[in-house]
């Protein structure tokens, strides 16, 4: 993880900073204090910034060439692209811009959060979903209602707040919860994928060799980044029809194949480790388990006691 911190009361300092930052911009402003604080928390594939702008900034900025979801907590935000003017409150979650356009308008005396990631994340959560097979747009910027709005802040806020602060969180870890960013950020706000028809699964290639091909891959490769587009890839066959292939003949999933197997390889772990040396949660993070406690509830009902316990009895 990298961070970096910035702090000016200089318009000067301030746009070239967040030209560096986000992408080439002219920022203005009139007012005693035009004092500018950003911190940015970063990983591969994303960062989350912690905004706070003293003053009514106005400002003409250039394409991000990412997506950019903003959750305002305090003041207002004024976006106009073409075809649209946008005015944001406190609360709300939402798409700044599109990835490749240009946007101008103010930041009024705003605190906010900003989460950039790749806009091929999008693509790579819809074909998980087996939603498409194509590149992914986000079509609106608002989220769809406002439990969608929720949920969407509440993602943020929890890759700001306990992944990328977390200097224990393995690359699994953090990759698992952009991975999830991605796909709540297509749950909550319009794209191009809405109203589509799934694609026919051709049951030819959902077969047991395929199976087979697919459960050989998770298992050699469950300590990497691995998705269901990898995992496919891995079987010959589309994403799809992987998944059918694991709902036919071994009644889970691909990516709940990957977490059990995950979850096998946590649980030898802990019986071979030395309590002194290591503990419950290194060892869950180390196997993409971000939650502890939704760790320790799956790891119960499969092996019919908490993983501390698992840890304790390697010491005798």
Not at 88 to 114: C, H, K, M, N
Request: proline content about 5%; aromatic content about 6%.
């Amino acid at each position: 993880m990298e961070t970096l911190r910035f702090e000016s009361s200089d318009l000067e300092a301030t746009e070239a900073f967040m030209s560096r930052a986000y992408a080439p911009m002219r920022i203005g402003g009139r007012a005693r204090d035009t004092r500018a604080r950003v911190a940015r928390t970063a990983a591969e594939r994303v960062s989350v910034d912690k905004v706070a702008i003293d003053f009514t900034m106005a400002y003409d900025v250039g394409a991000l060439n990412r997506v950019a979801l903003l959750t305002l907590h305090t003041g207002a935000i004024a976006a106009t692209a073409p075809g649209r003017d946008e005015l944001y409150g406190p609360g709300e979650s939402f798409l700044i811009t599109q990835p490749d356009r240009p946007y101008t308008g103010e930041v009024r005396a705003a605190r906010y959060t900003v989460a950039l990631f790749d806009t091929e994340l999008l693509t790579e959560a819809a074909v998980t979903s087996a939603r498409t097979r194509g590149p992914v747009a986000l079509t609106g910027n608002r989220a769809i209602d406002p439990a969608a709005n929720r949920r969407l802040g509440a993602t943020v806020a929890f890759l700001r707040d306990h992944v990328l602060v977390d200097p224990d969180a393995g690359g699994l870890v953090v990759a698992t919860a952009v991975r999830h960013l991605a796909a709540v950020t297509l749950a909550c706000l319009p794209n191009s994928t809405t109203g589509e028809e799934p694609h026919r699964t051709d049951s030819r290639d959902a077969g047991g060799a395929t199976l087979r091909r697919a459960a050989a891959f998770i298992e050699d490769n469950a300590h990497r980044d691995i998705g269901l587009a990898d995992i496919a890839a891995a079987a010959y066959v589309t994403p799809r029809a992987a998944q059918y292939a694991f709902s036919r003949h071994a009644g889970t999933t691909p990516l709940g194949y990957l977490r059990r197997v995950r979850l096998d390889r946590a649980h030898a772990e802990l019986k071979a480790a030395d309590p002194g040396l290591t503990s419950v949660g290194a060892i869950a993070v180390k196997w993409g388990f971000a939650h502890q406690g939704r760790f320790a509830a799956a790891y119960r009902t499969v092996y019919g006691v908490p993983p501390s316990a698992t840890l304790q009895d390697a010491d005798r």
